[in-house]
């Protein structure tokens, strides 16, 4: 096989979580000391806003326990792709690949190749089932992103019907009646506003963090159908009439 420069640039998502979280977290400490947090918690009575913080931060550590994992997968595909390239066929077919995805996908190809003879190999089928492997629970992003907004739009709901509820029997002629009434409104808008607004905030932050996640696997799937086109499946082809 032909030498080159094995590179895998901007594989790693792990050092623009940390940056991106680290940011992150300084805005809520700055939020945390004029106050605006302890405000948003005592002006919802519903609680609905620290539930939605508590589901960001839980999605939040698995999208980093996704980012380590892709981030090892990323350094395993380096190791693959230097193992393979410029190296002797026998890598192939005879062990001596590291541990990882990408390098399970190559001994598939391997195998597969073994098995169907003079064929040609193609590898459509199993590049599906190394996507499928690399994405892993990626997809929960998505599913919390929406939850998050969702619950923010329920708080909106509630809001209002807090809201709305004194007007019903109001009697405008009593005033002590009608500030009582106008607090309670208050109140309403505050929970429809500050869960509205948890809930958009911790809906787009989530979005980022995945969507770094998603760009570091798309990488290491091209990466890995380029190693495997050019230096797997050709070598694998040329085998197969010798044989």
Request: hydrophobic content about 50%.
């Given at each position: ?26 805005a809520f400490v ?209 085998r197969a009439p010798?044989?």
């Open positions: 096989m032909s030498e080159r420069r094995v590179d895998l640039p901007g594989h790693d998502p792990l050092l623009p979580w940390l940056i991106f979280t680290g940011i992150s977290l300084f700055l939020l945390w000391y004029f106050g605006l947090i302890g405000r948003m918690v005592a002006s919802d009575p519903t609680h609905i806003s620290l539930i939605i913080s508590l589901l960001y931060v839980a999605s939040s550590l698995h999208c980093l326990w996704r980012v380590l994992a892709i981030s090892r997968e990323g350094d395993a595909a380096l190791r693959a792709a230097q193992a393979v390239v410029g190296s002797d066929r026998r890598v192939l077919t005879e062990g001596g690949l590291p541990p990882g995805l990408v390098s399970a996908h190559i001994r598939d190809l391997a195998t597969k190749a073994a098995l169907q003879g003079a064929e040609r190999l193609d590898q459509t089928l199993l590049l599906r089932v190394l996507a499928s492997r690399l994405l892993g629970s990626n997809s929960f992003g998505a599913f919390a992103s929406d939850t998050l907004m969702k619950l923010g739009l329920l708080g909106t709901i509630i809001g209002f019907i807090m809201m709305l509820a004194p007007i019903a029997g109001l009697d405008t002629e009593n005033r002590e009646a009608v500030r009582s009434s106008m607090s309670l409104m208050s109140d309403g808008m505050a929970v429809a506003m500050y869960t509205t607004l948890v809930g958009l905030a911790g809906s787009v932050l989530l979005k980022i963090q995945y969507s770094l996640l998603d760009s570091a696997t798309a990488k290491i799937f091209a990466f890995a159908v380029d190693l495997t086109e050019v230096h797997v499946v050709s070598a694998l082809d040329a010798a044989e």
